[in-house]
């Protein structure tokens, strides 16, 4: 029975137990993803490795609705606990929503491989960096005026949305690498922004996927599920252990971010 494919409608004829492995990976994904970001380098390699459907759209497309419910009640939840500057946070939202829905359109012409690079090796100079500075994030020091942080956080997330369109992994721990290191976010405030953000790309994604009929609904609903319960988790365990707890989360994601995209890269 474990081994049947089901024939439940949306559900891409997985069979329960990959449907079970499924769920205990999306509550990993949405406990990290809350943290820090960076849930989908556990959530999608189980997709792309079961494939629903058959196809590969299938997984990318269910991914970010798995995704959307679980940045969304971790942005609720760090929002009823750390302060988060809606008048900068909900533009840089807005832009990331364009910014995703313009990455997925132009996905099938742009070279992935080069941007694979470029990401790769902005990632190792970010996590050298960070290591190397022990007090970076742990206190909020904002670097720009009221106007200059407004600009620099449009831009970025417009940018950062563009590469979530994509179905480039890590886009939570790039809007965090974005506000700590650039705009001088403590990690906690940083990581609290970010889930907004990254709700509005994961909605941005989807408001391409969804008219497609890629995305799985019934297993998207139940990773969904799986996966909000994590990021409850996982918000209330950043909140309740501060910056620096945050900062060791965030350097081991993005070294697993370095160890994927070079793995990808080499495969080709």
């Known amino acids: 029975m474990l081994t049947a494919p089901l024939s439940w409608p949306g559900f891409g004829d997985v069979t329960l137990a990959a449907l079970l492995l499924l769920a205990v990976a999306a509550f990993c994904a ?6 820090v970001g960076g849930g989908g380098l556990v959530q ?28 969304a009640s971790a942005a609720i939840t760090y929002a009823r606990r750390v302060r988060i500057d809606w008048s900068h946070t909900g533009p840089m939202a ?36 960070t290591w190397r500075r022990p007090s970076l994030g742990v206190e909020h020091t ?31 721990s790039f809007l965090v690498i974005l506000l700590v290191g650039l705009v001088g976010f403590a990690f906690l405030t940083a990581s609290a922004s970010a889930k907004v953000v990254n709700t509005a790309t994961n ?4 408001a391409f996927f969804l008219p497609t009929g890629a995305v799985l609904v019934g297993l998207g609903a139940v990773m969904a599920a799986a996966n909000l319960t994590g990021s409850v988790l996982g918000a209330r365990l950043a909140v309740s252990r501060g910056s620096a707890f945050v900062r060791k989360v965030f350097l081991v994601v993005v070294a697993a971010l370095i160890v994927t995209l070079a793995t990808r890269l080499a495969l080709g």
């Open 30 to 35: 949405g406990a990290v993803d809350a943290i």
């Open 44 to 71: 999608l390699p189980v997709l792309l490795l079961i494939l629903p459907g058959g196809e590969a759209i299938f997984s990318v497309a269910t991914n970010k609705l798995a995704a959307v419910v679980g940045t």
């Open 94 to 129: 807005a832009a990331a929503f364009a910014g995703s829905l313009g990455g997925a359109l132009l996905a099938s012409s742009l070279p992935s491989r080069v941007l694979t690079v470029v990401v790769l090796v902005a990632l190792v100079g970010v996590g050298l960096y």
């Open 142 to 172: 904002p670097r720009y005026g009221r106007g200059a942080e407004l600009a620099v956080m449009v831009a970025g997330g417009a940018s950062i949305g563009f590469y979530d369109g994509l179905a480039g992994p890590g886009t939570g």
């Open 203 to 206: 909605l941005g994604a989807l």
